[in-house]
């Protein structure tokens, strides 16, 4: 995807994957749980998933827990057991929770924060991409610059038409 | 000749299906074909994943240095609104690169893209004198528009694409059954299309899996009786349902000895409605045998190990699978519509898909009538050797070397590299009239023409190009 971030350092600990968002999450996830890079159907999959707000910790364990996940233990020892611990955690905490409350409220404002979150992050990188743009833009050499200026005549000229 | 191949069609997501693989085994083909010509090919810097490996793919065919690879500002998708300009922009663009370039003749392997994906392709956003041939897969979503062209935007998408292709100055289509479509649905002179037809890869073959093999991989995919086949997207066009009626209309004792094997890739609905079927129609559980999607060496392992192929579409541009089978050397039969009896090339191994009772009893024929399936068996044989993709790519070669003849000295007026950018910055600035763009766009658009001007420029001074052109 082209608007996607450059690539990440890889991630290695539960604690650096949760620290991601959006697609670099999932690549990230993909790399240190699978060993490879996402499929296109996978990618989508999981992306919209973190965009509608599910928790990372839960989708990194449905990743450990798939057949492909099982077999592929080796790229990052150690990972899978604190994925498999940390999902149960969040869920026990969780299911405590939503007792007390008694009612959906707080699964909801969580997603939606998660949601917020991930936006948040996506504009931050769109305004990053479009500022390297413009000042790669800036230090053009003189063609492009002449060309630009012929554009604007060009455009304006018909304009006056 | 220099011929200028645009290969966009094997770099987008249609690289997967069979307009891709078209596209690149034409082109391959010509370069292997091309004797005295100089082929070169041109491809869109928006998909920079796929450049190094059809790159790649090339070794061997052509040098690295006949690559021409433009660029544009994306995303371009042509279905979402706010690429408009770009979009436009882009296509001019492309055109005058092609412009600037001036091969003798041009080629554009996939016209009808670029709807969800930055395909740019278009004919006649610039007066140009480059001799231009475009191929034609079908018509079908014209044939069938209340499926195909229900949505608005969809609809001028594919109205421009189909515009473009009618400015072509020859078409090339893939079947004879497609460029009659042409001629009757787009009015274009019958001088103007002709018929390259179509091959199966090499690989589709008796020698590429033993005959024990494909019983494993038959036994691998829950098949274990002989089978019958049918191979295929999962379209409705395409009949599944047709088939599972007719096979169910087989006469008990015969249809004991053979399952049903329905190759294509579903999703749960599709499964649910095939399954729904076969059980209303009183099938048991195992008579049909649904593998989902297959990698290709399964895919030929199932055409080898096939005891009857079965071709039941309503609708095809040409219809691949038939022959691939038959390449196989398996005994193929088929409906009469459309490009298929061209494929199969038989008449007595053609149906009518709307009716069961035909098919039924042509299959019932077929799987009990001995001699009636040896001769569909040796007939598949020199059916598969009439189509070769060096047969394809020379008919194509001949209709660029026509072309070229009969378009004579290029119009007056516009050859000049300087009436060339005039053109081109008074169509960018027509479409910037109705959609004023910001600076910020212009500029992108700027380095985007230098970039791809300096790409032109320097394919020029290469060694490719600086030695005398071949004569057309």
Known sequence: ?161 | MRILIDLQGAQNASHHRGIGRYSLALAKAICQNAGAHQVFILLNGLFPESIEDIRASFFETLAADRFLIFTAPGPVAELRPENTWRRRTAEILREYVIDTFAPDAMLITSMVEGAEDDTITSLGSLISTVPTAAVLYDLIPLMDPDRYLRQEPVRLWYRGKVDSLCRADILFAISQSTANDAIRMLDIEPARIKNISTAADSIFSPLSVSLSDATSVARRLGIVRKYLMHSSVFEARKNFQGLIRAYAALPEAVRADYQLVLVCKLDVAGQEELTTLAGKLGLAPDAMVLPGFVTEADLIALYRGCHLFVFPSFLEGFGLPALEAMCCGTPTIGSNATSIPEVIGCKDALFDPASTQEMTALILKALTDVGFYQSLKSHAKTQAARFSWDQTALRAIAGLEELVARRGPPAHGIESAAAKRRNMLEAVAEVARNMPPNDFEILKLARSIDDSHNAVARLKASAAVRAPAPAP
């Not at chain 1, 999981?46 to 996940?69: C, D, N, W």
Request: aromatic share 6%; net charge positive.
């Open chain 1, 1 to 161: 995807m082209k608007n996607s971030p450059q690539i990440e350092p890889p991630a290695h600990t539960l604690e650096q994957l949760l620290k991601l968002h959006d697609e670099a999450f999932v690549r990230s996830a993909y790399k240190a749980i699978l060993g490879r890079t996402p499929d296109q159907g996978g990618l989508e999959n999981y992306l919209s998933q973190v965009r509608a707000g599910i928790h990372k910790a839960h989708i990194l364990a449905e990743l450990a827990q798939s057949p492909e996940g099982r077999l592929n233990a080796a790229p990052a020892p150690g990972l899978h057991l604190a994925i498999a611990q940390y999902a149960k955690h969040a869920s026990s905490l969780w299911v405590r929770m939503f007792r007390w409350l008694g009612n959906a409220s707080v699964e909801s404002t969580d997603r939606q924060l998660r949601i917020m979150d991930n936006r948040l992050y996506l504009v931050e990188q769109a305004v990053a991409q479009q500022t390297s743009q413009f000042v790669e833009l800036l230090t053009l050499p003189n063609q492009v610059a002449r060309t630009f200026a012929e554009l604007k005549a060009a455009i304006a000229e018909k304009q006056r038409e």
